[in-house]
């Protein structure tokens, strides 16, 4: 059975805490909802694929995305940048299904899927840096698999 929707939303608002920390060294804040990623962000959704079903989307706006790529690799080259924010999502969606997944499951994500948009049944939190700025995460869980 899927977890509740405010066991999942803590369960990302971790995922997504611990990744920004651990990879990009920065530390983040979850806000509200909103109501979707504003429209200059890098996209990249990942697909659920066990032991749920749905899709995790990060909108990362450039500025931010850059930062990331310099501090991790002394890069900004755009399709380094590319590259980082799909290995964020990435690791957001393993760490996501990681904590709600039953002991023992078996997880699997699909591959980032760059400047994909989310569909419209995804929910979309906003997350704020110390400075002030912020990005989205958009999350939707649909279904078990058997």
């Known amino acids: 059975m899927i977890p509740d929707h405010t066991t ?3 369960h990302q ?3 997504v805490a611990e990744t920004m920390e651990t990879m990009a060294f920065l530390e983040v ?3 509200p909802d909103v109501d979707g990623p504003p429209p200059d962000s890098l996209l990249c959704t990942i697909a659920f694929i066990a ?3 749905g899709q995790l989307t990060l909108a990362l706006p450039p500025d931010i995305a850059r930062q990331i790529a310099l ?4 890069s900004d080259d755009q399709d ?3 590259d980082i924010v799909n290995e964020i999502t990435n690791t957001i969606a393993g760490r996501l299904l990681g904590l709600v997944a039953p002991p023992g499951e078996q997880i ?3 591959l980032p899927q760059p400047d994909t948009p989310a569909d419209d049944t995804i929910t979309w939190t906003a997350y704020r840096l110390d400075d002030g700025r912020s990005f989205r995460v958009g999350m939707h869980m649909v279904t078990e698999t058997q």
């Open 108 to 110: 699997n994500v699909g």
């Open 71 to 74: 501090a991790l690799v002394d």
């Open 8 to 10: 999942i939303a803590a």
């Open 80 to 82: 380094v940048v590319r």
């Open 29 to 31: 804040s979850p806000g």
């Open 13 to 15: 608002n971790r995922a």
């Open 51 to 53: 032991p749920y079903q």
